[in-house]
């Protein structure tokens, strides 16, 4: 079946570095999401990407979506103790989405 | 708008008991979802529904049934409580399929011993 799959699995990084995340699909994608969950929290969407490689920007958040329509990127410039908490991306599946293994994100201040 | 409600927030069951995790939604979604996510770990669908009388398996079924009669509301009824079903279980609901985004309710934690 479809799989969704993120890297890195934990991320731990200092206050003011960068952070990448990526999600690699095993089909072509008709469109990407992202979510994020803050510890003891619940998803919340971030942004949706459609188009081939299309980048999309949310202040210190940049979002790419590969040419091939099977992977995406989220990147973090300059981390804040807020951005902490798990990032998944989830693809097109048959009626619902397949949810990615997640990225759980620390950042020490 | 409330937007997606689910009851209780948390609940411990002994081995063998049944409950039902509520799920409401205001939204006027057709689309409405249920998953589980135990610690540490991803999202995984147990059941959705693409609108009222119609429900289909997810990826972990097996302990769990649902019905959806309103558009409103998909409760998750489980049968035979568990230890495998602690868990964190999230309801959530879509406009439409994939192309919308997904609103998630606070979820339900519950433990079963």
């Known amino acids: 079946g479809q799989q969704v799959m993120q890297i890195p699995q934990y991320q731990h990084v200092q206050e003011g570095e960068d952070f990448t995340t990526y999600c690699n699909s095993s089909t072509t994608l008709s469109n990407i999401q992202w979510y994020k969950q803050r510890p003891g929290g619940h998803p919340v969407f971030l942004i949706q990407l459609v188009k081939s490689g299309e980048v999309k920007k949310q202040k210190r958040l940049t979002f790419q979506f590969g040419e091939a329509k099977k992977n995406s990127s989220l990147h973090i410039t300059a981390t804040q103790t807020t951005d902490v908490g798990t990032y998944f991306c989830a693809g097109e599946g048959t009626d619902k989405l397949i949810f990615g293994t997640g990225t759980r994100l620390q950042v020490f201040p | 708008n409330a937007g997606v409600t689910q009851t209780p927030k948390f609940r411990i069951l002994k081995i063998g008991q049944s409950m039902t995790l509520q799920c409401t939604q205001d939204?006027?979604?057709?689309?409405m979802y249920w998953y589980r996510q135990d610690p540490g770990m991803g999202l995984k669908l147990i059941y959705y529904?693409?609108?009222?009388?119609?429900?289909d398996k997810g990826e972990v079924p097996n302990g769990y049934n649902v019905s959806r009669s309103t558009t409103e509301d998909f409760p998750l009824r489980l049968e035979l409580a568990a230890p495998s079903q602690t868990s964190v279980y999230f309801c959530?609901?879509?406009?439409?399929?994939?192309?919308?985004?997904?609103?998630f309710g606070p979820g339900t934690r519950l433990t079963v011993t």
């Open positions: 959530a609901s879509s406009f439409t399929e994939t192309t919308y985004e997904q609103y």
């Open positions: 939204m006027n979604h057709n689309y």
């Open positions: 529904s693409v609108g009222a009388g119609i429900t």
